[in-house]
């Protein structure tokens, strides 16, 4: 972007690829992370002059408009983050975009709706998403690649887009890469790694690649339990991806060759019945050992002695790397986990890095200050993808 810049802006249709996809109660913003992150590029190109273009999707909707999906809580907050009147076009290369996007002047900003409103956006023929792209390259004389949530993407905005305009990275990709460049390259030891979320199979790539560079692996989340359970222990109704186990299995005896530590809950708080998230009546919560989980009750979160086991586990490392909360933090009987590993991050000297929607989210709604971090990340998927030495669409499509 910075060459972009210097080669001046002023009255181009600039394109800002952006990851305005925020958490959302009703039309509420929960966290509005992703938006305060790409405002520095927006600022940027409309104090250089650009008539820009902010474009991004939220949800999933299925390929055409759903009001529950729609950008305007986005593009009213990015307003207000910007101080200025931010237009919005209510459908994304329609009659609506094409008046607003001819309507701005040099300096001004719109937000067009949601790109998933339209089947080409995701589709997986390259002839559908190539029209798409064509469409929405009509809007504009420049990109500007700033997405960094969506750049594992194969998506018409994100990978055929830049082929067809003339493209640059923006600030906030540019520093999520630099981020994740020195985990991946030149880390820092010991290099401990938390995994939490709920689903193992989602980061069984990750941790296939993680084997190979981190000293020490802590789990947490539901996806503890089919580590659990492939150590012979009942888990009682707790979440469990029974396929995964043998994969799991051969990742513990990986581990152990390598000399990797991996740590799983010894404690865990457990309760008869998921909470009620919206409600947050009280989930009578209960700590059970590990390695005892009764029939009949689900694990939520880690238990006390899991809490001081991890935070020593941390206390030396001089690199971390977070991704997914360690329980259902969004009700306050099992946020401790998710609290406690956060706390011990903001203890430590170590450079901590947070990536993931769901964890930069938690430590944001559960109080933290975010300048106590090394580095949140904007990307959950796209890190952890990176992490796992993939090509990501997103980032290929901004080097050639
Ligand atoms: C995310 O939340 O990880 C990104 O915005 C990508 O969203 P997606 O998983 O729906 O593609």
Redesign the pocket.
């Known amino acids: 972007i910075d060459e972009l810049l210097a080669e001046g802006v002023a009255g181009k249709r600039v394109f800002v690829r952006a ?1 305005l ?1 925020v958490p959302l109660d009703g039309t509420t913003i929960t966290d509005d992370g992703r938006i305060r992150a790409v405002r520095p590029t927006v600022a940027r190109l409309a104090e250089a002059g650009a008539r820009v273009i902010v474009a991004s ?1 939220l949800g ?1 909707p299925k390929g055409a408009p759903d009001p529950a999906f729609s950008l305007a809580p986005a593009a009213a907050r990015l307003g207000e983050l910007l101080g200025t009147e931010v237009a919005f076009a209510t459908d994304t290369v329609g009659e609506s975009a094409r008046a607003t996007v001819a309507a701005l002047t040099d300096g001004r900003v719109a937000v067009i709706e949601n790109l998933r409103f339209n089947a080409g956006e995701t589709s997986k023929d390259d002839a559908e998403r190539g029209a798409f792209a064509d469409r929405l390259a009509e809007l504009a004389d420049v990109y500007v690649g700033d997405g960094f ?2 750049v594992h ?1 194969k998506h018409a905005s994100v990978f055929d887009l830049p082929a067809r305009l003339p493209h640059a990275a923006g600030g906030l990709i540019a520093t999520e890469v630099g981020v994740l460049k020195k985990l991946t390259e030149d880390v820092t030891r010991p290099y401990v790694v938390v995994l939490g979320g709920s689903k193992v199979s989602d980061k069984l790539g990750v941790i296939d690649h993680l084997l190979e560079k981190a000293d020490r692996i802590l789990i947490g989340g539901g996806m503890a339990y089919t580590f659990l359970k492939a150590q012979g222990h009942e888990v009682g109704s707790s979440l469990l991806q029974e396929d995964q186990i043998p994969a799991v299995l051969g990742y513990l005896e990986r581990a152990e060759e390598k000399g990797v530590e991996f740590v799983l809950p010894v404690d865990v708080v457990v309760s008869a019945q998921f909470p009620d998230l919206k409600a947050k009546t009280p989930g009578h919560p209960a700590t059970v050992a590990a390695d005892a989980i009764p029939a009949g009750v689900m694990g939520l979160d880690n238990g006390p002695e899991t809490n001081k086991l991890y935070a020593s586990k941390l206390a030396d490392a001089a690199t971390v790397f977070w991704n997914g909360p360690m329980g259902v933090f969004e009700h306050p009987d099992y946020a401790e986990g998710t609290k406690a590993v956060a706390q011990a991050l903001v203890d430590s000297p170590a450079f901590s890095v947070v990536g993931g ?1 769901d964890s930069a989210a938690a430590v944001r709604i559960l109080g933290f200050d975010e300048n106590a971090f090394g580095h949140i990340s904007t ?4 890190s952890l993808e990176y992490l796992e030495g993939k090509t990501l669409p997103g980032l290929a499509a901004l080097e050639d």
Do not use: K, P, Q
């Not at 990307?379 to 796209?382: D, F, S, T």
């Open positions: 990851d996809n999707h999933r949530g969506a993407r929607g990307g959950g998927g796209a």
